[in-house]
């Protein structure tokens, strides 16, 4: 064989090796493409069945929003607009955290007939709402306001509605009373020690000589036990838990910057607010107290306590 003809023929072979790894390079691309794309279907399809589910689940939600939320405001005497934004705002909250489908269970296994009737109702709306909803369309997939209110309606048929509401209503007013009946007698005695200590100041500063140091020291003492007396009455009396809730706001108000154009106006505390915000979280809790949705004791009080802060 003549060196030409070697050198075509390996030059032939260098040539189906070429077309040899090009065709196993096409076919692996085309593989992989195959699989991009079938990933990119059972993606999009798995995608489509969470956004379906979560779209099941936020119509639960809403139930369960409607439904707490009118017993909630329903419970405020005359509630403002900014309580009825206050009891939304926490009954979301509170669903959020315990979660809807928790929450329904309980309900389904409480003892009361009201709570097991909310339950029955959600589940059935639910199924109505989202029956004509299709997981491959995203527009259908929408939570018809209407069926909502008729599913508070059919819930507010309940004669145990109003019974509910009036009790957590005047547990509240309680509460509220308390706690101001105790801040004016508090003011009072403390406007007592502080004329007391000025009384003792001024009879000191009357019968003793200008060049003595008699009235000075009378002052420095009634000044300390005015302190005393003053830090007791506002810090170690007996409090109820509607005053606990308002000073725990005041604290987290003066020190948290997201809520403190809330509260804080012109450099001073809203206490007219403050006392707003807590009777909507204390008739959270009579209402999840009364419904016996959860078990208000004092572990749950503490632990509401400090999640405030």
């Known amino acids: ?13 260098k040539q ?16 992989n493409t195959e699989h991009n794309r079938i ?12 956004a379906f589910q979560n779209f099941k689940s936020n119509v639960k939600v809403a139930l369960l929003s409607e439904a707490l939320g009118n017993i909630c405001v329903g419970s405020i005497y005359h509630p403002s607009n900014l309580e009825k934004s206050y009891c939304e705002a926490l009954i979301g909250q ?15 296994r409480s003892d009361s007939a009201l709570l097991r009737n909310i339950a029955e109702e959600v589940e059935e709306y639910s199924e109505e709402i989202v029956k004509d909803a299709n997981p491959d369309d995203e527009d259908s997939q929408v939570i018809d306001k209407e069926k909502v209110a008729d599913f508070w309606k059919e819930i507010d048929k309940a004669n ?9 209503r005047l547990r509240v007013a309680n509460a509220e009373e308390d706690f101001l009946d105790k801040a004016r007698a508090d003011k009072n005695d403390i406007d007592d020690i502080l004329q007391t200590a000025a009384d003792n100041v001024a009879a000191a500063k009357e019968a003793g000589d200008k060049e003595d140091d008699y009235a000075e020291k009378v002052e420095e003492s009634e000044t300390r036990i005015a302190r005393n007396k003053i830090y007791q009455i506002q810090h170690e009396g007996k409090r109820n838990l509607f005053d606990r809730m308002v000073r725990n706001l005041s604290e987290i108000a ?10 804080i106006e012109n450099g001073k505390l809203n206490v007219n607010k ?9 008739t959270m ?12 004791d004092a572990a749950y009080i503490e632990n509401t306590l400090t999640s405030m802060k």
């Open 274 to 282: 403050i006392v707003d915000s807590v009777r909507c979280m204390y």
């Open 254 to 263: 003066m020190k948290n910057e997201d809520i403190k154009d809330t509260f």
């Open 94 to 108: 509170y669903i959020q955290e315990n979660g809807a489908f928790n929450i329904i269970r309980k309900m389904k």
């Open 160 to 168: 145990d509605i109003e019974d509910v509401t009036n009790t957590i």
């Open 39 to 50: 990933e990119d279907i059972r993606t999009n399809r798995e995608a489509k069945l969470e």
């Open 285 to 296: 809790l009579e209402m999840v107290s009364t419904l016996q949705i959860e078990k208000v």
């Open 1 to 13: 064989m003549s060196k030409v003809d070697y050198e075509f023929l390996n030059e032939r072979k």
């Open 16 to 31: 189906r090796q070429l077309l040899k790894e090009n065709a196993v390079k096409l076919e692996k691309e085309r593989l």
